[in-house]
């Protein structure tokens, strides 16, 4: 039996209309929508946002190495030097053993026990025994408070890149769907192959947002756990000074 005429052109239009919306889906979508390509594709705004974020990240990375080296050799050193001190049983004996122990362990065993002695020879020679130890230990913990605020420098950029750089990826991202909802009501087109491409350009800022946070904060408690141990093995072989100083002192009294 012949199919009628019209039924043909409805099974037609209908095929018709079910390609168009394939079709201003493929035209209206950008060529490229990769991360490098919705940046490109992004306004001003949205671009500064995304180039400050990526100095952020590469900042953090940057502080990781060169703090991490740092601290790892500053822990070894103080390691080191809390070896050298410890089986010492005076200053005299410490400085032998400082003299033939490597330059790395030797040099914060050195520098406290330098500390010491400068003020054994500042003080009178009948100073009173707790007035010695007292006044050596604060020259020591102003010593070693100076040390850790040499490695803490820099480990506050991370603190900030953690906590700013959320917010300045939600700017983007606002900024970047009000303008996607500008562009809608200057096309009168609510077509999600035209308002999808400017939500996932301004969705990109907070992405990279949370890319340049997380390790921030990750890194910066990383880094924080060492420098308190740091200053845990300084503070540990400034003890040692201070016990070999007590028995010189005991010693000077007795004689």
């Known amino acids: 039996m012949p199919v009628p005429l019209f039924r043909i052109k409805a099974v037609a239009a209908g095929a018709a209309l079910s390609l168009l919306p394939a079709a201003v889906h493929a035209s209206a979508l950008p060529h490229d929508m990769s991360p490098l390509g919705m940046f490109f594709a992004a306004d001003q705004v949205v ?11 590469l900042a953090t990375w940057v ?94 950029l991370l603190a900030s890149i953690g906590a700013v750089a959320p917010f300045v990826g939600l700017f983007g991202t ?13 096309s009168q087109s609510t077509n999600l192959a035209t308002v999808a491409p400017g939500i996932a350009e301004a969705l990109l800022a907070t992405a990279l947002g949370l890319v340049a946070a997380i390790p921030a904060v990750v890194i910066y408690n990383v ?3 060492g420098i308190n ?15 070999m100083l007590s ?9």
Do not use: C
């Open 223 to 225: 880094l924080s756990r």
């Open 63 to 156: 502080v990781l190495l060169v703090k991490g080296a740092s601290l790892l050799a500053a822990r070894r050193a103080a390691a080191g030097a809390v070896a050298v001190l410890k089986p010492a049983t005076s200053l005299s004996d410490a400085a032998a053993r400082v003299a033939d122990a490597g330059a790395g362990s030797s040099a914060v065993a050195r520098q406290l026990l330098d500390e010491v002695q400068q003020e054994l020879s500042l003080s009178h020679a009948s100073a009173p025994a707790a007035a010695l130890k007292e006044r050596a230990g604060f020259r020591q913990e102003q010593w070693i408070a100076q040390q850790v605020r040499g490695m803490t420098q820099g480990i506050g």
């Open 247 to 255: 028995r010189d002192l005991d010693t000077r009294k007795q004689a």
């Open 47 to 57: 671009k500064s946002v995304l180039v400050g974020l990526l100095i952020a990240a």
């Open 174 to 186: 606002v900024w970047g769907i009000m303008n996607s909802f500008i562009g809608i009501a200057a």
């Open 229 to 243: 141990q740091y200053k845990a093995q300084l503070r540990a072989a400034s003890a040692q000074v201070l016990l």
